[in-house]
């Protein structure tokens, strides 16, 4: 595994091709699928054991309740994955 740090993420979700509507704070990719913010590991082993025909997963934006974003009121939150050409699907969804 290797870590990198940088200013802007921006330039890395542009070249890996996600959609601006699932954006969020965090992208990672992981064996070849981008991982971007909040997404569950069930989520991630689920991804790499079923190794779908998509560009990756995400959860959009910063919702009470997905993992790291623990508080008060959690709400439910969907992973959504989206393939090369932008289309988008539920992955899963998570109860709060």
Do not use: Q, W
């Amino acid at each position: 595994m290797r870590t990198t740090n940088v200013a802007d993420v921006s330039p890395l979700k542009a070249e890996h091709g996600v959609p601006g509507r699932v954006t969020s704070c965090h992208t990672a990719v992981v064996d070849g699928y981008v991982v971007e913010g909040h997404v569950p590991a069930e989520d991630i082993e689920r991804l790499l054991d079923e190794r779908p025909d998509i560009a990756g997963i995400s959860v959009p934006g910063m919702p009470v309740g997905a993992p790291g974003m623990e508080g008060p009121n959690p709400k439910g939150f969907a992973v959504i994955s989206f393939d090369d050409d932008g289309e988008l699907a539920v992955f899963s969804e998570h109860k709060p």
